[in-house]
C-alpha cells in the first residue's frame, strides 16, 4: 500500500525551522528554575544579524557571538545561572563613524527569582547580587542580547580619534591659539 504525503506551507516551514541551527526551540528553556535546579548547561553561538536590537549600534551584521549558560544553586538553594558571551562586535564610533571592534567579554551570575516576587529593599540595593525574574521559560536569546546591550560602552570611538574630516586623526585644535599669539602685543 502506497501513502502519499502533501506538504503544506506552514509544514514545511516548521520542518525547516526545526532543522535550522538557530531554531527558536533551541533558544528557550522550558522551565529555568528546573534547568538550574539540574545543573544543566547550554551553550552555542548567535548570528549577529539575528540580534535586532544591536542593528543600529553596529557596523556590520557579520560574524556570531559565543554564549554558554551553566544552572547551579547556591549555598542558600537559591537557583543560579551563570552567563558567558564573547565575541568581537563592530561598534559605531561616535566620534568619525567608522567601526571599531569591540571584545565582548560577559561573565555574569544571575539570581532566579519568580516574576512578581517581594524583594527587601536590601536585596534591591545589594550590588553583589542580579535578580533575574522569570515566570518559568527563558529566552535565551533574548537574555544574551538584554546582557551584550549592558556590557556595551555608552559613547565607543577609537583611542585616537579626530573629528570626521580633519586633517590627522587625534589632534585637537586649541580654541584659544589665536589668543597666545596676541598675549604680548600692545593695543
Not at 502519499?4 to 506551507?9: A, E, K, P, R, S
Not at 551584521?61 to 552567563?83: M, P, S, T, W
Request: charged share 30%.
Amino acid at each position: 500500500m502506497k501513502q502519499n504525503f502533501v506538504l503544506t506551507w506552514k509544514g514545511k516551514n516548521n520542518i525547516i525551522q526545526c532543522l535550522s541551527r538557530n531554531s527558536t526551540r533551541l533558544k528557550r528553556i522550558s522551565d529555568a528554575f528546573a534547568f538550574a535546579r539540574d545543573g544543566r548547561v547550554l551553550e552555542g553561538t548567535f548570528a549577529i544579524c539575528d540580534l535586532k536590537r544591536l542593528h543600529d549600534l553596529l557596523t556590520e551584521l557579520d560574524g556570531e557571538v559565543q554564549y554558554r549558560l551553566e544552572g547551579f544553586n547556591g549555598e542558600r538553594g537559591e537557583c543560579l545561572l551563570h552567563l558567558t558571551v564573547g565575541g568581537v562586535l563592530p561598534l559605531v564610533c561616535k566620534r568619525c563613524l567608522e567601526s571599531v571592534p569591540f571584545d565582548l567579554d560577559v561573565d555574569n551570575l544571575l539570581e532566579l527569582v519568580p516574576e512578581g516576587a517581594d524583594l527587601s529593599q536590601d536585596e534591591l540595593e545589594d550590588d553583589t547580587r542580579d535578580f533575574l525574574p522569570v515566570v518559568r521559560e527563558l529566552d535565551v536569546a533574548e537574555l544574551v542580547e538584554d546582557e551584550i546591550l549592558l556590557a556595551l560602552p555608552v559613547a565607543p570611538r577609537h583611542e585616537k580619534c579626530g573629528l570626521p574630516g580633519s586633517a590627522e586623526a587625534g589632534e585637537r585644535i586649541n580654541p584659544f591659539a589665536v589668543l597666545s599669539e596676541l598675549k604680548g602685543k600692545p593695543n
